[in-house]
């Protein structure tokens, strides 16, 4: 694929996507290729690409003389982060964030106990060094600088855990973090309270005390849900 043609690509994706997540094309929505790469205006090529990638994502299904048809909604793989992404840019933007906060309070607190037993002293170097980056960017309106290193501080806890499944969340997290931040479901500076949990939970970690580290990164996940009932209730 040429760098245009990826361009393209990625054109037909970020708007066909978001449209099935949205539910402007309803389950069982019958979509034909011809058609979609007339309306993109792009190479049947392309459009079949497009339409691999979709069904990788389990948002569509493609049979020969049947054409690409939509598939539910329990059938989406709802990990995928450009899933979430575009169902974040939709209307169920509420209940999606919920749902995916309620995942992390489950697995978060879990993986800073493993990372205060398992994590490196790198990884501990660059957790303190996150959360005193967050603590920099806490004030004044620099919502884009806190997300930076609040991403990377929860992508160092879920890598530091040592567990490999944890670890793959990562990307997940992300996408909750920058979605909070780029739909405007943040304060205008983050909560003081919650950035001063996420130094307490570096000093958890480095000292090796799994239950602390456990205990804050419960609290963090919980005021977060709290945060969602007044912001995107």
């Known amino acids: ?39 993109f205006e792009v190479s049947r090529s392309v459009m079949r690409e497009a339409v691999r990638v979709l069904e990788s994502m389990n948002l569509v299904t493609s049979r020969r003389r049947v054409g690409v048809t939509v598939l539910p909604a329990p059938e989406w793989n709802v990990y995928d982060p450009r899933v979430i992404r575009w169902r974040l840019a939709g209307t169920d933007r509420p209940r999606q964030l919920r749902s995916l906060t309620v995942l992390r309070s489950a ?7 493993l990372a205060a037993r398992n994590a490196t002293a790198e990884q501990c170097a660059r957790l303190t060094e996150c959360a005193l980056g ?16 609040d991403i990377e501080f929860h992508r160092t806890v879920l890598g530091a855990s040592g567990n490999e499944m944890f670890a793959h969340l990562g990307d997940l997290v992300a996408e909750v973090l920058s979605g909070r931040t780029h739909h405007q479901v943040m304060f205008e500076d ?10 307490r939970v570096a000093d958890a970690v480095r000292e090796g005390d799994a239950g602390r580290a456990e205990s804050l990164t419960r609290e963090i996940a919980e005021g977060a849900l709290q945060e969602l009932d007044i912001l995107a209730p």
Request: hydrophobic fraction near 40%; charge should be negative; proline fraction near 7%.
């Open 134 to 149: 967050m603590v920099a960017t806490s004030r004044g309106h620099q919502l884009e600088g806190y997300l930076v290193h």
């Open 1 to 39: 694929m040429t760098t245009q043609d990826r361009g393209l690509h990625a054109r037909v994706l970020d708007s066909l996507g978001p449209a099935i997540t949205a539910g402007e094309y309803p389950a069982g929505s019958v979509l034909r290729t011809d058609e979609l790469a007339q309306r």
């Open 107 to 113: 697995v978060e607190p879990v993986a800073a106990g």
């Open 190 to 199: 983050p909560d003081p309270a919650a950035v001063t949990l996420h130094v």
